[in-house]
Every structure is written in C-alpha cells, then in structure tokens.
C-alpha cells in the first residue's frame, strides 16, 4: 500500500511538471481544453492519477465477491463526486458557456436545480419529460390487449409480415421498470423489428402496484406468467411457445420454466430465454442486495408501513450503480452547464420506475440473502418446491459486456444451474442498451463460444466475435428450433380471448407522481400536529431552505460576474481564449482589432448579466422577507395559511 502512494506521489509530481505520460480520459474530459490548456490538463491528470491509485489499494485487498462489489460501490460513487467537472469554477466548458450566454447558463442551471428540489428521488433530473407521450412517440407499436387480471395485461402486436412463425415468442419484462425498453420508439424498437421478421410477439405489461397489490408474491407473478402461456397459445393456435425474460422478468421467467416442468406442463415451453438476469445472487452486483440483514429488515418494514416498496428507493439504488451517468454527468448538464435535459427515449424509460409488491419485495430479498433460487427445493411456488435442473428445454443466456446490474459473469453462472442445453451469448454493451437495441442496428457485436465449465473468463478466452446484435443470432437460434412458419392472422386476439383495448394498454400509464402514498404509522406516544401547524412547518421550512440557496448562490455568481464586468475590454475574449484555447488563442490581441459593434455586444453583455443578477438578488431578499411576514401573520385556520 505504502508503494502505491509512493507511486501516486511520484506521477504527481511529475503531472504538476507537466512531464508525466498523460493518462486516457473518458467522455467527461471531451472539451478540448482538459487536453490543450496546461492547468485543466494537469487538473484532469492528478484527478485520473488519485483513482487509479484507490482502485489499485481496492484491488490488493483479499475480499469476497459480495465485500468487493459492496466496497467498490462506494468507491465508485466518491470518486464520481470528486471530479473536477462536477464544479463550475474547474470545469471550463462551464466557464464558456457563461461566457457565451452571458451569465444565462449560471441562473438557469440554478433554476434547473431549485426545480428538481421537488423530486422525489432526490436526483438529478436525466431526460425531457415532455417529449414524450406513452402511446404516441414511446410503445406505440400497434397491438392490442387480449387478457389482463390485477397485475398484468397481455398485449399482442399486430402481424407485419404475409407469413409469421408457427411458435409466437411471449415476453417477461421486469418489475422494476416498465415492458416498453423493447419499444422505446418507432425508430428503435425490438417489436417492431421482429414483427417485420415474421415472429408473433406477446409481452406482459406489470402493473404499477399500491397498497391493494400488497399480498401479490412469487406465487402471484408465476401464476400470471403460467396463464399468460395458456393464453398466448390459445389465441396463436400454437402448441409451444419461446418465452423470454429480461432482467428481473428472466428470473420471474425460470421460476415459471421450473413450475411448469414440476407441474409437467414444461411441453408448453419450445425455449427458454434469460437475458441480463443474474440467479445466482452470490455473483449479483452490490446494489441489487442488502448490505446486511438490519438493512434488509428496515425496508421490509418501511414496506408494510407504505404498503409497497417505493419505486423512488430502486431508482435512487440503479443511480448509485452508475453514479458518473446517472448522477454527475446530468448535475453537470443541468445544473453546471444550464441547460435542458435530453430527449433520450431510452432516458424516458429509465426514469419510468415503478413499485414493488410488498409480498414480491419481501419474496426477492429473503431469496436473494439465503440465495434460495440456485438450492433446489429452497424456493416454493404455488406450494410447489422448485429446482432448476428440472428446466431441461434448449435455454439461450444472454450477458452484456458492460453491465452495472446483472455482471456477465453472473449471466454466465445460470449454465451451470439448468438440466436442459444452454446457449451463452455475450452482447456488446450494458444493462438495458444490449437488449433495447433492434436487430439490424449497426456496429452491434457479440460474442458465442462453446460452454464446457463454471468459469466465464475460459468462455470468454474461447469465444468468437460477430458482428450484428445478439437478437440477430437469436433469431438464427429459434429458428433451428422451430423453423415452421403460416399466414399471418388478420386480427388480434381470439374469440375466447377478444381485445380489450388498444396497446400499450393502462396499467403501462400509471406513474409513481400518481400512485397514492401511504404515511407510515406514527408511535403511540407522538403527538398528532394539526393541520395548520402541518402547512406553516412545511412552508417555512421550504422557504428558509430555497431562500438560504438562492441567496448564496446569487451573491457567488453575483460577485463573479460584477468582476468579470469590472474587467477591462480586453478581458473577456483575451484570457478566455488564453484559458480555454478558442479560436484567438494563437493572437490574444486580436480581441483589440475586433469591430467596436462586437466589443460593446460582448461587453453589454457581461454589464446586463451583472445588473440581472442583482436584481434577482435584491427580488429575493425581498420574497424572503414577505415570507416571513405571511408566516408571522398566518391565522390557525387553512384559509389563512400560505398555498
């Protein structure tokens, strides 16, 4: 240990003389001044130098796979939290664009800030709501749902091809997001690419529970899942059909596999697929469990209290998972740089998080502690104990390179697990972008190799890379197994089973801002406020709060922009480009040869953003002030309480 310091000393020393190999940078470090500008160069070198000098500490140290992913979550978050993007005073893409907006950058990034107070997450916001609409530009591929009961709806898309295959492809998504990461938009759909295909697509849509779905377990879901098969051959006419679980939904999948091969119904099951989905919990990664047993109980009892597991706890968790992509990169964006977020459809996905049963909940953590799934017998469902290796159809296990949720290693452990032949595939990519990406998409690859033992890094030694998507080799792999195809049927559903509404359905719109929320129940011997002391708390407390940040922050950017101001005409331009290497770099003088029309643009610019800011300055301390009186004059009634 005491080397590596020696070292880190060392590479130090030799970044402040500008003399150290230069260490690669990632896409936080794109703006070419962390490259050109001695400073911001030697600013990003000593940042990249200290990490790679903790993860080498971290990597020395002896620990068991569940204490390293735990320690290496941590790790990864504080030194997120620690890069010199994260500041607007180092991050010189955050210097430009106030130059270039005049200040506006600087209090649009606070309003961004002061808007996202109000989440519920805590978080950053990552995506532009308002460019989509569930239905219209996000799963609105064309289909319709044929059966539903308390916790799914089925939906079945409308054929696109003359001829279709004989055995439909019934999907299980998971229950923390929603299905539509397989129809993120018309342009980027999995749907639709396998409808053009010929293949009958079916997907289950899990309800977004509440208190009313509290007692819904394991048993509930394989239930669902085992009538969802019963249906979606009953419509199709098909004897067998391929069922495919991604992520959570993979999990709830061979649970099914394994109730229907117990209940010897498994000749309903042509194949089986378990995409980005870890089984065996002792190779889970850190966020997806516990860090011990107190933990695991606080939230099982916070549960019962709310009546569910709250969405808004699980997106805070997958966030930490990737604490620069989810977290600092849309701080810097939003808040650092001023500007609106994007309008990603697979962002809108992320963000689109749901609840979790509390019966689910409690089932998935008391298995994931005893790693219950992997022991057979140890998992019971519908009285029915359960054990993998009786799933003996051919299996496709699919893992992605660069997942944060579900490691492919532990992809690759579920081989060992099953009695049937197993196919391991590796995707190039992550958690949600592997799967989420349509065959035909270009510069996809993926890996195939033989699978003849436990470990993943022979696999991977003896494996082949493709080009195209793992979807395109999937669709080789049912084919071999059932190559038979038909016309393609004129309408959804079946006389049994008619539609009942069109795709993507209901239970697909119901968001956590609408989901009712349950307090948790308060100790006997709290005394119960009353409603007016609840609305002058609640009000005085957020105005104190806004109030104290808006006046720090407008006194800071105030004091920074009137000295910007205060420079003289050459200023801006000059040492701007003498730091940042614009376009003057080479001749800083030019700025004096500039026309008088773009020196006085420039400099009412940086006068009118001064005067702005403290006018919102002196409008805030006088907000404070009738906020204070109003809570000083507020009567007990709620009529004389603030709104």
């Known amino acids: 240990m005491s080397e590596r310091m020696r070292d880190l000393a060392a590479h130090l020393a030799a970044v402040a003389m500008d003399d150290a190999e230069p260490l690669p940078l990632d896409r936080r ?340 502690a005893t790693n219950a799934l992997v022991r057979p017998g140890a998992t019971t469902v519908l009285g029915v104990p359960l054990d993998l290796r009786d799933i003996t159809v051919d299996t496709y296990v699919l893992g992605a390179s660069t997942d944060h949720v579900s490691p492919w290693q532990g992809c690759f452990r579920t081989t060992c697990l099953l009695g049937g032949d197993v196919t391991f595939v590796r995707a190039t990519g992550g958690h949600v972008t592997t799967v989420s990406r349509p065959p035909g998409t270009p510069r996809a690859r993926y890996r195939t190799g033989p699978v003849s033992g436990s470990d993943p890094e022979s696999w991977l030694a003896g494996s082949t890379e493709h080009d195209g998507t793992w979807w395109d080799h999937w669709n080789e792999w049912t084919s071999e197994r059932t190559p038979a195809y038909r016309p393609a049927p004129q309408t959804c559903g079946s006389q049994k089973h008619p539609p009942l509404a069109d795709a993507p359905g209901a239970y697909v719109r119901r968001r956590l801002s609408a989901t009712p929320r349950r307090q948790p129940a308060k100790t006997d011997n709290a005394s119960e406020p009353t409603r007016e002391e609840q609305v002058m708390a609640t009000y005085e407390e957020l105005t104190q709060q806004i109030g104290d940040a808006w006046i720090a922050a407008f006194k800071q950017t105030e004091e920074q922009m009137a000295a910007w101001a205060a420079q003289p005409p050459v200023s801006p331009v000059a040492a701007t480009s003498a730091v940042f290497e614009w376009p003057y770099h080479e001749k800083p003088e030019a700025w004096l040869d500039a026309p008088p029309s773009v020196r006085e643009a420039i400099e009412a610019n940086f006068a009118l953003s001064s005067r702005l800011l403290a006018a919102q300055h002196e409008l805030t301390l006088k907000w404070l002030d009738l906020a204070e009186q109003a809570s000083r004059a507020a009567g007990p009634s709620d009529e004389s309480a603030p709104a």
């Open 29 to 368: 470090f794109a703006d070419p001044a962390w490259t050109n500008n001695a400073y911001f160069r030697q600013l990003a070198q000593s940042y990249l130098a200290t990490c790679r000098a903790i993860q080498g500490l971290l990597d020395c140290v002896d620990l068991d796979h569940r204490t390293r992913a735990r320690l290496q979550l941590a790790v990864d978050n504080q030194l997120a939290a620690w890069a010199p993007t994260n500041n607007p005073f180092t991050n010189p893409a955050a210097w430009k664009e106030a130059i270039d907006t005049g200040g506006r950058s600087l209090l649009q990034g606070f309003a961004n800030w002061v808007g996202d107070l109000a989440s519920p997450t805590g978080l950053p916001t990552t995506v532009d709501h308002e460019a989509f609409e569930i239905g219209v530009n996000i799963a609105a591929t064309t289909g319709k749902v044929v059966w539903s009961n308390r916790i799914c709806e089925l939906i079945q898309y409308a054929p696109r091809a003359t001829d279709v295959s004989v055995t439909p492809s019934l999907i299980v998504p998971s229950t923390i997001n929603k299905f539509y990461s397989i129809d993120l938009s018309p342009e980027q759909s999995v749907v639709a690419a396998q409808l053009e295909r010929g293949h009958q697509v079916f997907a289950l849509s899990w309800v977004n529970p509440d208190e009313s779905h509290a007692d819904c377990g394991f048993d509930t879901y394989v239930s669902a899942i085992a009538e969802a098969v019963e249906v979606t051959r009953e419509i199709t006419d098909a004897p067998q059909l391929h069922l495919v679980g991604m992520c959570g939904g993979g999990v709830l999948a061979a649970l099914a596999a394994a109730y229907l091969a117990a209940v010897d119904r498994q000749s309903e099951l042509a194949t089986l697929t378990i995409a980005i989905a870890v089984i065996d919990d002792d190779f889970a990664a850190a966020g997806t469990s516990f860090p011990d047993d107190e933990a695991a109980e606080a939230a099982k009892d916070r549960a019962r209290e709310l009546g569910y597991f709250d969405g808004n706890d699980s997106a805070r968790s997958f966030s930490f998972m990737r604490p620069i992509e989810a977290i600092w990169m849309p701080v810097v964006n939003s808040y650092v740089l001023g500007r609106r977020p994007p309008a990603i459809p697979l962002l809108y996905w992320a963000a689109d998080q749901t609840n979790l049963a509390t019966r689910f909940g409690v089932d998935m953590i008391e298995a994931t």
